[in-house]
Antibody
C-alpha cells in the first residue's frame, strides 16, 4: 500500500523559500501524477500544483510565479519550493497522488514568522 | 479559474437519515470526448488529511461504504449519504480537476442532529 510522508522545516521566515519533500513508500514514483495541496489553519483546501512522472508540471496560476515542484526518482521523492513567503502562506501542506488525490500524506504545518 | 460553490455550508442530520450536499461549478467539468465529469468528493475529519470518497463524479473509491454516492453532470453535482452514521461527522469538499487550476469548494460541515 502506497504511503506518502511530508518533511521539511516547520518555521520559515518571511521573504524566504519554503521547501518540503514528500517521500513515497510502497510503490514507485515513476508513474502517476504527484500533487501538493495546502490548508491554512481552520480554512479550506487550496491546490498548489502537480508533477507528472515524466516531469511535466501544472501550477495554480495564483502561485505559479513562486512555485516549483520537482521529482527525484532515485529517492522516490518529489518536492515543493515556494519562494518569497509571507504570513499568508502559513498552512498545513499535504502531498498526494493523482489528479483525483486518492492517497494523501498526513500533512505538515509550516508557519511563516520572523 | 473554475469556482466551486457548495451548499449548504453546514448541515445537521439525524442518525440513519439521508444527508445531501450540493456542489456547483462556474463552468462545466464534463469532457465531452470521454463523457467524464472531472469532479471528486472528499471527507475530512479533524486532525486528518482529506480522504477520497468519489471520483469521476459518481465512482466510489475502493473501501468507501456504499451509503456514499455521487451524482450529477456538467455543472451540478450531489453527494448523498443514504443513512448517516456517527462516523460520518466531518467536513466534505468537492473538487474539480478539469480546469487550469484544480479548485475545491469551500466545504460543508456535517453534524449529527
Amino acid at each position: 500500500q502506497v504511503q506518502l510522508q511530508e518533511s521539511g522545516p516547520g518555521l520559515v521566515k518571511p521573504s524566504e523559500t519554503l521547501s518540503l519533500t514528500c517521500t513515497v513508500s510502497g510503490g514507485s514514483i515513476s508513474t502517476y501524477y504527484w500533487s501538493w495541496i495546502r490548508q491554512p489553519p481552520g480554512k479550506g483546501l487550496e491546490w498548489i500544483g502537480y508533477i507528472y512522472y515524466s516531469g511535466s508540471t501544472k501550477y495554480n496560476p495564483s502561485l505559479k510565479s513562486r512555485v516549483t515542484i520537482s521529482l527525484d526518482t532515485s529517492k522516490n521523492q518529489f518536492s515543493l519550493e515556494l519562494s518569497s513567503v509571507t504570513a499568508a502562506d502559513t498552512a498545513v501542506y499535504y502531498c498526494a497522488r493523482n489528479l483525483e488525490l486518492d492517497c494523501w500524506g498526513q500533512g505538515t504545518l509550516v508557519t511563516v514568522s520572523s | 479559474d473554475i469556482v466551486m460553490t457548495q451548499s449548504p455550508d453546514s448541515l445537521a442530520v439525524s442518525l440513519g437519515e439521508r444527508a445531501t450536499i450540493n456542489c456547483k461549478s462556474s463552468q462545466t467539468v464534463l469532457l465531452s470526448s470521454n463523457n467524464k465529469n472531472y469532479l471528486a468528493w472528499y471527507q475530512q475529519k479533524p486532525g486528518q488529511p482529506p480522504k477520497l470518497l468519489i471520483y469521476w463524479a459518481s465512482t466510489r473509491e475502493s473501501g468507501v461504504p456504499d451509503r456514499f454516492s455521487g451524482s450529477g453532470s456538467g455543472t451540478d453535482f450531489t453527494l448523498t449519504i443514504s443513512s448517516l452514521q456517527a462516523e460520518d461527522v466531518a467536513v466534505y469538499y468537492c473538487q474539480q480537476y478539469f480546469g487550469t487550476s484544480y479548485t475545491f469548494g469551500q466545504g460543508t460541515k456535517l453534524e449529527i442532529k
